[in-house]
């Protein structure tokens, strides 16, 4: 059982940047596939980000292009959400998941284990 604990959530002005950090315990890290969700009030939660076990395939949302990067350290069970250029849209709960594809999922159903999440509250 992989545990994923988020944190770096919190209030800022678009424009702004924060990073997320989730840190994983309970597995192999580089088992996994990471990946970064999101969900708005309202909405369904969506595909945000991920990164493969040897951080050589990113993939990213188009809403998230240019803005975002991942990152992790396998050193450390850690990855992170570089996030840019903040809107208000990218308001929601940011949620970190581990899949055991090579190939990091989009669905949400190809990941394994999730967080309980982090907010991130981007004010006009």
């Known amino acids: 059982q992989v545990r994923l604990v988020e944190s770096g959530g919190g209030l800022v002005q678009a424009g702004d940047s924060l990073r997320l950090s989730c840190a994983a315990s309970?597995?192999?890290?580089?088992?996994?596939?990471m990946g970064w969700f999101r969900q708005a009030p309202g909405k369904e939660r969506e595909f945000v980000i991920a990164i493969d076990w040897s951080a050589s395939k990113p993939r990213y949302a188009d809403s998230v292009k240019g803005r975002f990067t991942i990152s992790r350290d396998n050193a450390k069970n850690t990855v992170s959400l570089h996030m840019t250029s903040l809107k208000p849209d990218d308001t929601a709960v940011y949620y970190c998941?581990?899949?055991?594809?090579?190939?990091?999922?989009?669905?949400?159903?190809?990941?394994?284990?999730w967080g309980q999440g982090t907010q991130v509250t981007v004010s006009s």
């Open positions: 309970g597995g192999t890290f580089t088992n996994y596939a």
């Open positions: 998941a581990a899949s055991h594809s090579v190939v990091p999922p989009i669905p949400m159903g190809g990941y394994d284990f």
